[in-house]
């Protein structure tokens, strides 16, 4: 849209010069008898104000001068204004551009930030936007952030390393941080400085191997994932196992079929916490199935029971679509603390 303003204005320019150095040409060949060069010439000159040769002998040609020179001020005073309002608005729009993002970035809460925008960063962006979470791109490539720009992403052009760039993403108000980088170094450093700003934060991080896999978690990873050991586990899966391996594969993304998993914690205000699974009836409820518990030990329930009893602390993994596992949720909600 700004691009077909500025062209109909450069055209209204030029047509208004071509109009005005034509009618100049003609009032002149009309009324001093000059040639149609000459004339010419003497409405160039005239019209750019850069003054006249001689003055014109007639009063016919004072007044086509008159006209020229106010065409000609009238000409340059538009010219200068498109100018000055391509270069002002440019930079003005930037501006206003930039601060929006800061503010929207400054009013997020619980969302996640993805510290590197390379192919693994780009696919990490891609579950979240399917699954309408919240995130922050922190990356200051060339590459990453003209793939950041084409998706509209909120982005914060910087070096994940620097503890200033981080608070810049939110770190204090994120719910998790991705650490994608291609480079397992970087990866360390920015695992051990959001680990020092944030104890409580989940941290996943990518590593090249397991030396790499052993560091990260020192330095205070919660998930190691090393993208070549995944994708060779899920080749030989798919040979092996396929159909397990694409059950899988389908409900663990946010951008696959209708039939997802999802962990909810049962809070202690929960209202159905310490019942067991039979009690709270979550099949007939909800549609959606449990298919393991974590308890509070960090143990799994892999194949729990109907008399199982879900506990404060424990962490559900169920199955279903997008809507059973809302009503899911909203079954082991935090109970609502009235006020009076």
């Known amino acids: 849209m700004q691009a077909s303003l500025r062209i109909r204005q450069t055209l209204r320019v030029l047509a208004a010069i071509a109009a005005t150095l034509s009618g100049g040409t003609l009032g002149f060949h009309e009324t001093l008898r000059e040639s149609w060069f000459q004339a010419f010439y003497r409405s160039v000159v005239t019209a750019t104000l850069a003054g006249l040769d001689t003055i014109p002998a007639s009063d016919g040609a004072r007044v086509v001068s008159m006209v020229l020179v106010l065409c000609g001020l009238t000409i340059i005073a538009y010219a200068g204004a498109v100018i000055v309002e391509a270069i002002a608005g440019g930079v003005l729009t930037g501006v206003l551009s930039e601060r929006r993002r800061e503010r929207t970035i400054e009013r997020l809460r619980d969302h996640f930030i993805i510290c590197g925008y390379g192919r693994v960063g780009r696919q990490v962006a891609d579950e979240f936007r399917a699954a309408r979470v919240s995130f922050v791109v922190l990356d200051h490539s060339e590459e990453a952030v003209n793939a950041a720009q084409e998706h509209d992403e909120l982005l914060i052009l910087g070096d994940a390393t620097e503890d200033e760039d981080l608070q810049k993403a939110g770190i204090e108000r994120a719910r998790g941080i991705v650490v994608a980088s291609d480079d397992d170094a970087d990866n360390l450093y920015v695992t051990l400085s959001a680990r020092s700003v944030r104890p409580d934060i989940q941290i996943v991080a990518r590593g090249s191997d397991t030396d790499a896999e ?127």
């Open 214 to 340: 052993k560091k990260l978690k020192l330095a205070g990873a919660d998930r190691v994932v090393m993208p070549y050991t995944a994708a060779g586990r899920t080749m030989a899966n798919l040979v092996l196992k396929p159909q397990v391996t694409a059950f899988l594969d389908a409900v663990t993304t946010a951008t696959g079929p209708d039939l997802h998993m999802a962990e909810i914690e049962v809070h202690g205000t929960c209202a159905n916490a310490g019942k067991s699974i039979r009690e709270i009836r979550v099949r007939h409820h909800t549609g959606a199935i449990i298919v393991a518990l974590r308890k509070r030990d960090g143990t799994f329930d892999t194949t729990p029971e109907p008399d199982a009893v879900i506990e404060s602390g424990d962490v559900i993994v169920g199955v279903g679509t997008t809507e059973e596992l809302q009503r899911l949720e909203d079954l082991f909600a935090r109970r609502q603390t009235v006020v009076d």
